[in-house]
């Protein structure tokens, strides 16, 4: 980024006064080596995306109640990335307390906002065994086979700011770590200031054209490209698979079963096609119980809430009765 626009955007923000983060406040993550990053663990508040909702940490950093042994009832484990954390949408509106609602069991939430399956594949040997499971689920999306979600660890946290790490959906090989991170972070900067005076050049072209024109578009040139694209490569989609099959692995060791969930994309449920990446997928796998979830909502159903790539409620519910009736 020059330093003349970096003037710019500093000039900006010191005459319409500093941005509010309208996404997640400032130290809500913190460094885990293992994986990069996670949430501070016993953090507690509101957050405003699109709509305030309280969300509040256990102790091992996780949107979810204390894991703890000794209970009457074997329950369920459920690892996962963004649409499993629950990203905007309030606790009891998740995809875990709905199926825990339907199938009157427990059901542990070990999803995080941007982890792929080496993170859940971490998650799930790290918590298998530190609560009364009998079943254990990944949780997965056609973007989670994206160079960001395989590559581990691709984020790290620094002065409380979640940010990319070098080398990661084609940054400069030859960029310094520290030089790179100082970028991002000035980059992040503008783009808040941006957002919160609705300049976004995104926010600029939904307003023109709509969203729904917006992500038709998105999808039907995503799917035009295929699964050989750089971002969603063969490399990524045959690691995800490992991933997977190692996570039945450490499961049958934890003596629970394993199942992967296949949640929709967009595309999948608008156009009722499979996405390019997760069939390649699903002919790599082998022998791992799936729950496939893709075609399941209502064609003109809204599986995200406008503006932001989080679940709405009602689609999750949906999703809820059936991994539910597909786990009796």
């Known amino acids: 980024m020059s330093s003349g626009l970096l003037l710019l955007a500093e000039t ?28 501070a663990p016993g953090w507690n508040a509101q957050i405003t995306r699109i709509r305030s909702h309280n969300v509040s940490i256990n102790s091992e950093g996780f949107r979810d109640v204390e894991w703890t042994k000794g209970s009457n ?15 905007g949408v309030e606790k009891n509106e998740r995809l ?10 427990t059901v542990h939430n070990a999803g995080m906002y941007g982890y792929g399956s ?49 080398n990661v959906g084609g940054s400069d090989a030859t960029q310094s770590q520290s030089a790179f991170i100082v970028e991002r972070l000035q980059l992040l900067a503008l783009r808040a200031f941006l957002a919160y ?11 023109w054209r709509g969203l729904d024109s917006f992500d038709e578009q998105y999808f039907l040139n995503r799917y035009a490209t295929t699964s050989n694209e750089h971002s969603f490569s063969e490399t990524n989609i045959k690691k995800t698979a490992e991933n997977i099959e190692k996570m039945q692995e450490v499961a049958r060791r934890c003596g629970v079963k394993f ?12 156009f009722r096609q499979d996405e390019p990446s997760t069939r390649k997928l699903l002919t790599i796998l082998n022998g791992v119980a799936i729950i496939d979830a893709r ?34």
Not at 73 to 87: N, Q
Not at 96 to 105: F, H, K, N, Q, W
């Open 12 to 39: 900006a923000c010191w005459l319409f006064g500093r941005p509010i983060d309208n996404g997640f406040p400032s130290g809500f993550f913190v460094t885990r080596p293992e994986v990069g990053y996670t949430s």
């Open 73 to 87: 009832e074997r329950g369920i484990l459920m690892v996962g990335s963004t649409a499993l954390f629950g990203l």
């Open 96 to 105: 875990s307390e709905r199926i825990a609602s339907y199938l009157g069991t």
């Open 118 to 166: 080496p993170q859940a594949l971490w998650a799930l040997r790290e918590f298998c065994d530190r609560g009364d499971h009998k079943m254990a689920l990944y949780v997965h999306e056609y973007k989670l086979t994206r160079d960001d979600f395989v590559i581990a660890p691709a984020r790290t946290v620094v002065d409380g700011t979640l940010i990319n790490l070098p």
């Open 197 to 207: 005076h609705d300049l976004s050049p995104r926010k600029l072209y939904e307003n």
């Open 259 to 270: 199942a992967l969930v296949l949640l929709p994309g967009p595309f999948e449920n608008r």
């Open 295 to 328: 075609h399941v909502l209502p064609i003109d159903a809204k599986i995200l809430i406008p503006g932001l790539d989080y679940f709405n409620p009602a689609a999750l519910d949906i999703l809820a009765q059936y991994i539910s009736a597909s786990i009796k």
